[in-house]
C-alpha cells in the first residue's frame, strides 16, 4: 500500500498563469481522500501532476516518502480515470480491460482470470464481449473503473468519474466506487466540484479554492468547523453575524448569544450557524424572537428566511409545518452549533 504526499508542489504554464500553488497533503495508504472544489480550481491540474503528464514548477511528490519527479509517466503505476470514460473502441470490452495487463506481459490464464474478477466487481461479467457502443454512459464508466482496477495500481486518480451521469446512476455508482475502493484498499484521489458526492464517498476531503488547499479533514470538520469565512460560504453557509466575545458570550445585532467554543481569544469574532442547525421553538437557551419573512416547501425540507432587528437567517424548517409571512416565531440557536471564527 502506498502513502501519497505533495510537498509545496505548485504549477506556472508557460503563460505565467499559476495553476496550483503550494499544495502539501498527504494521501495515506489506502485512504480515498476527495480533492473538493469549484471547476478551474486546478483540481485536475493536481491529478496531471500526480500521474506524470504534467512537471511541476516547484514542489514534490512522495510515494512511501520517496521522491517520483524523475519516474516516467508509465511506470509510477498511477491510474486516472477521467470525466470521459475513453474506452478503446476498436476492442471489446473484455480487451478494453485487458490492456494494461497485457502491456505488462502477464500470462493469457491469468489475464482471463483477472479480467473476469474485474468485470464481476463492477457488476459486468457477461459484457466481456460487447463493445463500447453497445453500452449505456454508466455501462461504459463502470468498464473504465474495472480497467482502472484490474492493474492494481499504486495510487487510483478519479477526476470527475460521474459527472456525466444522472442522479441515481451517480449513487449507485458512487457506492460502487466506495466499495471497490475499499475491498482493493487502494489509495485514491478522487476530484469533484459535487459538495454532496465528496461528503458521502470521502474518508477525508481537501477542500481547494483558486488552486490552493483550503482546509483537509474529516466531512463533518466542514460543516462544524469550517477554517474560514471563505470555506463556511463555499460548503453552504448563509448566516453570518459579526460580534464581540466575552468568554461563552458574544453580543451580536440579533441579540446576546452563548457559544460553546472557547478556542478564540476575546474581541471582535465572526459567528456562522448553518440553516439546518437553527430550530423553530424554544428550547433551553440562545432562543429569539424573529419574524417569518418567507417559507418555501420544498418536499423534504421547508425554506425558511426569518428576521430578527432586520438581520435576516436563513432557517432550514421541518416541511411538515407551515409559517405564514410575518408570522411571529422563536428562533433557537444551539450553542454547540454556533462556530466562531477570526472578524476579517
Same mark, same amino acid.
Given at each position: 500500500m502506498?502513502?501519497?504526499?505533495?510537498?509545496?508542489?505548485?504549477?506556472?504554464?508557460?503563460?505565467?498563469?499559476?495553476?496550483?500553488?503550494?499544495?502539501?497533503?498527504?494521501?495515506?495508504?489506502?485512504?480515498?481522500?476527495v480533492l473538493l472544489g469549484p471547476s478551474g480550481g486546478g483540481k485536475t491540474t493536481t491529478l496531471r501532476l500526480i500521474a506524470g503528464l504534467l512537471t511541476p514548477t516547484r514542489g514534490d511528490l512522495l510515494f512511501n516518502g520517496r521522491s517520483i519527479l524523475s519516474v516516467p509517466p508509465e511506470k509510477r503505476e498511477t491510474i486516472m480515470v477521467f470525466q470521459e470514460h475513453q474506452?478503446?473502441?476498436?476492442?471489446?470490452?473484455?480487451?478494453?480491460?485487458?490492456?494494461?495487463?497485457?502491456?505488462?506481459?502477464?500470462?493469457r490464464p491469468t489475464i482471463r482470470r483477472r479480467v473476469l474478477e474485474a468485470l464481476t466487481a463492477v457488476h459486468l461479467p457477461d459484457f466481456a464481449s460487447r463493445w463500447?457502443?453497445?453500452?449505456?454512459?454508466?455501462?461504459?464508466?463502470?468498464?473504465?473503473?474495472?480497467?482502472?482496477? !484490474?492493474?492494481?495500481?499504486? *495510487?487510483?486518480?478519479? +477526476?470527475? #468519474?460521474?459527472? @456525466?451521469?444522472?442522479?441515481?446512476? /451517480?449513487? &449507485?455508482?458512487?457506492?460502487?466506487?466506495?466499495?471497490?475502493q475499499r475491498e482493493a484498499g487502494i489509495t485514491t484521489l478522487f476530484v469533484t466540484h459535487d459538495q454532496a458526492e465528496?461528503?458521502?464517498?470521502?474518508?477525508?476531503?481537501?477542500?481547494?479554492?483558486?488552486g490552493r488547499i483550503r482546509q483537509v479533514?474529516?466531512?463533518?470538520?466542514?460543516?462544524?468547523?469550517?477554517?474560514?469565512?471563505?470555506?463556511?460560504?463555499?460548503?453552504?453557509?448563509?448566516?453570518?453575524?459579526?460580534?464581540?466575545?466575552?468568554?461563552?458570550?458574544?453580543?451580536?445585532? !440579533?441579540?446576546?448569544?452563548? *457559544?460553546?467554543?472557547? +478556542?478564540? #481569544?476575546?474581541? @471582535?469574532?465572526?459567528?456562522?450557524? /448553518?440553516? &439546518?442547525?437553527?430550530?423553530?421553538?424554544?428550547?433551553?437557551?440562545?432562543?429569539?424572537?424573529?419574524h417569518v419573512w418567507s417559507y418555501s416547501y420544498r418536499g423534504l425540507i421547508a425554506q425558511c428566511t426569518a428576521g430578527i432587528h432586520n438581520v435576516e437567517l436563513q432557517v432550514i424548517a421541518s416541511p411538515f409545518q407551515t409559517y405564514q409571512e410575518g408570522e411571529p416565531i422563536i428562533l433557537h440557536l444551539p450553542r454547540e452549533r454556533i462556530c466562531l471564527l477570526p472578524n476579517g
Open positions: 502506498t502513502d501519497l504526499s505533495l510537498v509545496n508542489l505548485t504549477k506556472v504554464y508557460d503563460s505565467g498563469v499559476t495553476a496550483v500553488t503550494d499544495l502539501t497533503f498527504t494521501v495515506t495508504a489506502g485512504e480515498l481522500l474506452l478503446f473502441p476498436f476492442m471489446s470490452v473484455g480487451d478494453n480491460v485487458a490492456f494494461g495487463l497485457r502491456m505488462r506481459r502477464l500470462d463500447p457502443d453497445q453500452l449505456s454512459g454508466g455501462q461504459r464508466q463502470r468498464v473504465a473503473l474495472a480497467r482502472a482496477l !484490474v492493474v492494481r495500481p499504486k *495510487v487510483l486518480l478519479l +477526476d470527475e #468519474p460521474l459527472s @456525466n451521469l444522472d442522479r441515481e446512476l /451517480r449513487q &449507485e455508482l458512487r457506492e460502487m466506487i466506495r466499495t471497490l465528496a461528503m458521502a464517498i470521502a474518508d477525508r476531503v481537501a477542500l481547494m479554492l483558486d479533514g474529516p466531512p463533518r470538520d466542514f460543516y462544524e468547523k469550517p477554517a474560514d469565512e471563505q470555506v463556511a460560504r463555499f460548503l453552504g453557509g448563509a448566516n453570518f453575524l459579526r460580534g464581540v466575545k466575552q468568554g461563552h458570550l458574544v453580543q451580536t445585532d !440579533v441579540g446576546l448569544l452563548e *457559544v460553546a467554543q472557547a +478556542d478564540l #481569544p476575546d474581541g @471582535n469574532v465572526l459567528l456562522t450557524i /448553518r440553516p &439546518e442547525a437553527i430550530e423553530i421553538g424554544t428550547n433551553g437557551h440562545n432562543n429569539l424572537p424573529a
